[in-house]
């Protein structure tokens, strides 16, 4: 909100503006910024002499009074002897040029007359700006009007404080200096008019006066130049007194023409398919959310939010009723958003105004309102003060501050707050103004801010309890450090995408957001790859073809009653695998480092077997697997759809896999140590042939159920197919290491066991050994990998 | 003779050591040990001497033989080795690549530590979310106009994308009950902007501890010693009465800018401080909706953005780089 020092001042006279702005924020007032609109070398002038220039026609030479006297030429019409204007003296800045003594044929003007429309409060203006008679000349214009406009951030809690009134009562519980709030009465009238009111709850408090004879024109130009610093534009002099006694007081007020209403007015839910065509000018289509006010033959305002253009002020008009009411700040807030109207009244009955306001607003604007008041009519339910009981010494050690009732008793006194002592615990009854106030918290919060935050004392708490990490992020910190350890940057992603991207990467329909930001974050990602595809490309654009990515987030799908969400790592790799190096060496990521890749983690990460099952993937071309999990599909791994990179531009082949780290990384035991075999290993290597469209993992798989536990690593060190083995065959040669874990093994032990396995190979894929099983010899290696 | 021998010995080590080519050794091996070598001279003369000298000296010459055969033996193949054509050992060596972590996780897992030491555990809880959970046992009804302080993404009518991490706070209680004291990490979403200050995608770290006499002096107390963790001994801060629904009193901390040492800069808008995180004590109503008794317990809660943290921390300038992923910004972090 914005607001004006210099109206403060009005009520708090003893304040300085550093004072005010050390003191908002410790009373939970941020300050944006304050803006200075002052305008230098401008001063009030009374215009003593009127001639015509001699030898230019259609000018006028002015003989002003100000600080001294001045001649001025100008071209302004309607000008007479004592009118009192605002001139701008050479060295002036108006609308970023300067003001300097101009030549007219021979007569030098010293300065220039102001129009609204060179101050920027209007756009065209049909005159010099005239100051009321009282202003005395010689005055500057930042001594007479408002320069510093201070933005305040108002926390939506406190709905009082949207008004002069509302913050300088914050500073007064303060400074304790003087306050002199405006004077405030209830009208003393006649009763009238007839005013309905259809439920209570949507409208406590409803207040209509009729002033009759009232005469509508411009504003004087200090009201106009406050009015338009506050966010308001000037309408006519009585729509802007409603608007100045709102940003006075923070009670919205709406004059309608009396004389545009048929019968007498209603306070009521509008009908399905009532209309009302508001002030801007917008035809809206109502329902029974929306309250409004309505004569006999319909709306003629959307209740605290906007008025209608049938009963609307302008100049002709005669005879007003001026509302001033209290409204249900959640039916307000339903207009509102409903119907995506911002108005300042709306702001303000929204975060709830003062119930026992109402008349008071309406006596003060009747005051500045040129016309006759008549009546006045005010409908409410009874108003009940609320009271907060509380203990006085909770208060002490929810802020940790040892404060005596007697110190309570003053802060909330200051604030208005009435205080009465019953047993040992204090009541205090609230100010009308305060609905925020509820429970014992709420007066904390008050005696805090008074008392001063900076007051209360830092003090380390001191926790029976011991900080864990939990199994589940070690678990995910682990992963990060062997990836990062490998090469990989970790990205982090938004997890919204476009449906474009869902429709590239066949990843499904994806979970819709119904009020999206912009087309590029309309669904929730149901695979990772569009994320990291999008970083890819990123880089790839700057050159940057190595590529070693990974991300870890949540991954969305459709489901009910809500969607699922999962945790899943994803990977993307492609380019070389190494930096170059001067001996020429170089290698490129392919499907199996990828692949090197998952294993190693899974490894280091699960306790299950890890498997690929062949599968086609909307994303992948050539490689496109899933990847399997102690029997459940964890993920998928593949070389991305050229069809894809091409849309990125990019022409190299990149890999990629994701899985669900909620069933990848299973809960690891804590390790026990088991003492390593001292007996030597054996290794022996079996060569079979076996056709094709066999899988090698199916072969080591069964390699392992033969060998049993003496079979401690089975691994491939050898593919051959081509000179010496029929076409539609593949050679395979596996090296086994056995480890005895109690004594050692003897030849013949060996032989039966690795008989055992190549009969059963043979038997179970129709493979042929090839060779004769080779020794490479006992070992006395007892180190490595043992799996 | 055994003078004699010494002599020789000398002149055999001078010579050996002087060779500087395996034919200047070839050589000397033919002069020492060849047929008509000084060695074979030597065994020559053996027979001149008296028969009871003849095996103490013929031992030593044995022993000398074998000497002179092991010393040649080893000149030779250092000199072979420096017959290997030079290589210059200032080339870079062979390795690979190491990676580098997403700034936020350095950030994030900084705070973790930091409040893991303190005593806190680590929650997480989902980031779809019912609006019960976001914002109605958080003491945000329908239409309450701060509503608009934790503007949603919507997936359905009762389903929405967390707008912040609180709503962990009533999950945790609800499954652990009181006392306890958790930091919850995770994104949150927001209909705002995305622009170098605004993302509607970003990541909170929420903190809730509750027990029977935790004050606002606690609060004040332990955010106070984060901020000096992350920021440094020498960091100042602040704390200012401000608004959320979950908190009462609620309260917004300021640092002293890091950055210029609260004497102003553009980082700071010229005020020498930064607003860093929201916190308070937490509301009765919070404590009712999961069935805890406000009267027999309190506590303080506190949310803050990990970007913000890392922005100053780093003074990174605009937010979107966390989620661009450039290599040129990844690899300034480690
Ligand atoms: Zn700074």
């Keep these: 909100m914005r607001l004006s020092f210099e109206w403060l001042k009005e009520l708090l006279p003893d304040l300085s503006l550093d004072q005010t702005l050390d003191l908002l924020p410790r009373l939970g007032f941020g300050v944006e910024e304050v803006i200075d609109v002052g305008i230098d070398r401008v001063i009030s002038a009374r215009i003593k002499k009127i001639t015509p220039h001699p030898r230019r026609e259609g000018l006028l030479v002015l003989e002003l009074r100000a600080d001294q006297d001045y001649r001025v030429v100008t071209g302004a019409k309607n000008l007479s002897p004592d009118d009192n204007v605002l001139l701008a003296l050479p060295g002036a800045l108006i609308k970023g040029r300067e003001i300097g003594v101009e030549d007219f044929d021979g007569i030098k003007s010293e300065g220039m007359l102001l129009s609204e429309a060179e101050l920027g409060i209007v756009d065209e203006a049909e005159g010099v700006i005239r100051l009321p008679p009282k202003v005395e000349?010689?005055?500057?214009?930042?001594?007479?009007?408002?320069?510093?406009?201070?933005?305040?951030?108002?926390?939506?809690?406190?709905?009082?404080?949207?008004?002069?009134?509302?913050?300088?009562?914050?500073?007064?519980?303060?400074?304790?200096?003087?306050?002199?709030?405006?004077?405030?009465?209830?009208?003393?009238?006649?009763?009238?008019?007839?005013?309905?009111?259809?439920?209570?709850?949507?409208?406590?408090?409803?207040?209509?006066?009729?002033i009759e004879g009232v005469e509508v024109g411009d504003s004087p130009f200090p009201i106009k130049w406050r009015l338009f610093h506050h966010g308001i534009r000037p309408i006519n002099s009585l729509v802007d007194i409603t608007n100045y006694v709102m940003l006075l007081l923070g009670q919205p007020l709406h004059a309608f023409d009396l004389d545009r209403i048929r019968g007498g007015i209603r306070v009521r839910r509008a009908r399905d398919g009532e209309e009302i065509v508001t002030l801007d000018r917008t035809r809206i289509g109502l329902n029974r959310e929306h309250l409004i006010i309505a004569d006999r033959e319909g709306p003629v305002a959307i209740a605290g939010v906007i008025g209608g253009m049938k009963a609307e002020i302008d100049r002709s008009t005669r005879r007003i009723l001026l509302e001033s009411a209290t409204f249900n700040p959640e039916v307000v807030r339903r207009a509102t958003r409903g119907l995506l109207i911002d108005t300042q009244s709306g702001r303000r009955f929204e975060r709830g105004c003062d119930f026992a306001m109402p008349p008071l607003a309406a006596e003060y604007a009747q005051r500045m309102i040129k016309g006759r008041p008549e009546s006045f009519t005010d409908l409410k339910v009874p108003l009940r003060r609320k009271r907060v009981s509380f203990d006085p010494k909770r208060i002490g050690r929810y802020l940790g501050i040892p404060i005596k009732k007697r110190e309570?008793?003053?802060?909330?006194?200051?604030?208005?707050?009435?205080?009465?002592?019953?047993?040992?615990?204090?009541?205090?009854?609230?100010?009308?103004?305060?609905?925020?106030?509820?429970?014992?918290?709420?007066?904390?919060?008050?005696?805090?801010?008074?008392?001063?935050?900076?007051?209360?004392?830092?003090?380390?708490?001191?926790?029976?309890?011991?900080?864990?990490?939990?199994?589940?992020?070690?678990?995910?910190?682990?992963?990060?450090?062997?990836?990062?350890?490998?090469g990989f940057y970790e990205c982090r992603c938004f997890t919204p995408i476009s449906k474009d991207a869902l429709e590239t990467f066949g990843i499904g329909p994806g979970v819709v957001i119904k009020n999206p930001l912009n087309e590029r974050f309309t669904h929730l990602r149901t695979s990772l790859a569009p994320s990291l595809v999008e970083v890819l490309s990123t880089n790839y654009r700057n050159g940057n073809l190595d590529v070693r990515i990974f991300t870890i987030g949540k991954v969305f799908q459709p489901d009910s009653p809500r969607p699922k969400e999962e945790d899943f790592l994803g990977l993307l790799v492609g380019g070389r695998t190494s930096p170059p190096h001067w001996s020429g060496d170089e290698r490129r990521w392919d499907f199996f480092?990828?692949?090197?890749?998952?294993?190693?983690?899974?490894?280091?990460?699960?306790?299950?077997?890890?498997?690929?099952?062949?599968?086609?993937?909307?994303?992948?071309?050539?490689?496109?697997?899933?990847?399997?999990?102690?029997?459940?599909?964890?993920?998928?791994?593949?070389?991305?759809?050229?069809?894809?990179?091409?849309?990125?531009?990019?022409?190299?082949?990149?890999y990629f896999f994701e899985v669900d780290l909620g069933r990848f990384l299973l809960r690891m035991e804590e390790p026990i140590y088991i003492p390593y075999p001292r007996f030597p290993k054996v290794r022996r290597d079996l060569a079979f042939i076996v056709d094709e469209s066999i899988s090698a993992q199916d072969i080591i798989k069964a390699i392992r159920q033969l060998g049993g536990p003496l079979l401690a690593e089975v691994i491939i060190f050898d593919r051959y197919q081509g000179g010496g083995i029929p076409a539609g065959k593949v050679s395979l040669a596996f090296r086994l290491t056995f480890q005895p874990q109690e004594r050692t093994l003897t030849d013949p032990e060996i032989k039966e066991l690795t008989e055992k396995i190549s009969s059963g190979i043979e038997l179970r894929f129709r493979a042929k050994l090839r060779d004769k099983e080779v020794d490479v010899g006992r070992t006395q290696d007892f180190g490595g990998e043992d799996r | 003779m055994l003078e004699e021998l010494k002599r020789f010995e000398a002149e055999v080590d001078t010579a050996l050591k002087g060779v500087k080519d395996p034919e200047g050794l070839e050589q000397l091996r033919l002069r020492f040990l060849g047929r008509k070598g000084r060695i074979n001279e030597f065994f020559k003369r053996l027979g001149r001497l008296p028969v009871e000298e003849r095996p103490k000296v013929g031992k030593i010459l044995n022993q000398l033989k074998a000497r002179i055969e092991s010393t040649i033996a080893s000149r030779r193949s250092e000199l072979k080795e420096q017959e290997v054509p030079r290589i210059d050992l200032t080339l870079p060596g062979r390795m690979g690549w190491v990676g580098h972590p997403n700034p936020l996780s350095l950030v994030i897992d900084e705070i973790i530590d930091f409040f893991v030491g303190l005593g806190f555990t680590v929650e997480f809880g989902p980031e779809i979310e019912t609006d019960w959970y976001n914002f109605e046992a958080l003491n945000i009804p329908p239409y309450h106009p701060s509503r608009e302080m934790f503007s949603s993404f919507y997936l359905g009518d009762e389903l929405l994308l967390r707008s912040h991490t609180s709503p962990v706070q009533i999950r945790v209680m609800e499954r652990k009950g009181v006392p306890i004291r958790f930091i919850a990490p995770g994104p949150v979403y927001r209909v705002?902007?995305?622009?170098?200050?605004?993302?509607?995608?970003?990541?909170?770290?929420?903190?809730?501890?509750?027990?029977?006499?935790?004050?606002f002096a606690e609060l004040k107390g332990d955010l106070e010693a984060f901020a000096k963790h992350i920021f440094g001994e020498s960091v100042r801060v602040r704390f200012f009465p401000s608004y959320f629904p979950f908190t009462e009193p609620s309260a917004e901390m300021s640092i002293s800018c890091p950055i210029c040492q609260g004497k102003g800069c553009r980082v700071c808008g010229d005020s020498g401080w930064l607003e860093i995180l929201g916190c308070g004590m937490v509301h009765p109503n919070v404590f009712k909706s999961v069935g805890i008794d406000p009267d027999r317990y309190q506590g303080y809660a506190f949310g803050l953005g990990a970007e913000r943290i890392a922005m100053i921390k780093y003074i990174i300038g605009d937010i979107r780089l966390f989620y661009e992923n450039d290599f040129r910004f990844l690899d300034q972090f480690r």
Excluded at chain 1, 440 to 451: H, K, P
Excluded at chain 1, 618 to 646: C, E, N, W
Aim: hydrophobic share 35%; net charge neutral; glycine share 8%.
């Design chain 1, 137 to 210: 000349p010689g005055q500057w214009f930042n001594d007479l009007f408002d320069t510093k406009i201070i933005d305040l951030e108002i926390t939506p809690n406190r709905g009082d404080c949207e008004s002069i009134l509302g913050i300088s009562r914050e500073l007064a519980a303060v400074t304790r200096g003087n306050f002199s709030p405006p004077k405030l009465r209830p009208p003393r009238l006649k009763s009238g008019p007839r005013i309905g009111i259809e439920d209570p709850d949507d409208c406590p408090r409803y207040t209509g006066m009729v």
């Design chain 1, 408 to 486: 309570i008793t003053t802060i909330l006194s200051a604030l208005n707050f009435r205080v009465r002592e019953v047993n040992h615990r204090l009541v205090a009854t609230v100010p009308s103004y305060r609905r925020d106030i509820d429970s014992e918290c709420d007066i904390a919060e008050e005696v805090a801010r008074i008392y001063g935050y900076d007051r209360i004392p830092s003090r380390l708490s001191r926790g029976a309890q011991v900080g864990t990490i939990p199994q589940e992020l070690r678990m995910i910190r682990r992963l990060r450090s062997i990836l990062i350890g490998l």
């Design chain 1, 593 to 654: 480092s990828l692949k090197g890749v998952l294993e190693l983690i899974a490894r280091h990460l699960t306790a299950e077997e890890l498997q690929i099952a062949d599968d086609p993937i909307p994303m992948f071309d050539h490689y496109s697997a899933r990847i399997v999990l102690g029997g459940k599909k964890v993920g998928i791994i593949g070389q991305l759809a050229q069809r894809i990179l091409t849309r990125f531009g990019i022409k190299e082949p990149y």
């Design chain 2, 192 to 215: 705002d902007k995305f622009d170098a200050t605004h993302s509607p995608f970003f990541y909170q770290i929420e903190g809730l501890y509750v027990d029977q006499e935790v004050s």
